[in-house]
């Protein structure tokens, strides 16, 4: 069974800086590419951040210079860390895991609240 499990949210004042952490379970780590979407009230949900590897990394224009997505293989864990945050980064977010051995196949956490606001 695969289970994405997202943590590290919260609130935080503008200017701030969290670390996500989504830890992986049932997929081959090494060969699935990982992301971080969000989700605003009223809003679609949008990618942040991807790792199709570790030397393979895409952003957001949004938050580009600000989050850094890294991954621990061996730890089955993607990382999202988030600096210099602004009130119009909170939302929901959500890990997403797409096993390049699935053709078609998305898996999804049931996400991390993060709220930046003074």
């Known amino acids: 069974q695969v289970q994405l499990v997202e943590s590290g949210g919260g609130l935080v004042q503008p200017g701030g800086s969290l670390r996500l952490s989504c830890v992986t379970s049932?997929?081959?780590?090494?060969?699935?590419?990982m992301g971080w979407y969000r989700q605003a009230p009223g809003k679609e949900r949008e990618l942040v951040a991807s790792?199709?590897?570790?030397?393979?990394?895409n952003y957001a224009d949004s938050v580009k210079g600000r989050f850094t997505i890294s991954r621990v293989i061996a730890k089955n864990t993607v990382y999202l860390q988030m600096n210099s945050l602004k009130p119009e980064d909170t939302a929901v977010y959500y890990c997403?895991?797409?096993?390049?051995?699935?053709?078609?196949?998305?898996?999804w956490g049931k996400g991390t609240l993060v709220t930046v606001s003074a």
């Open positions: 049932g997929i081959i780590s090494s060969m699935t590419a």
């Open positions: 790792s199709a590897s570790a030397e393979d990394t």
């Open positions: 997403n895991a797409r096993p390049q051995y699935l053709v078609g196949v998305n898996y």
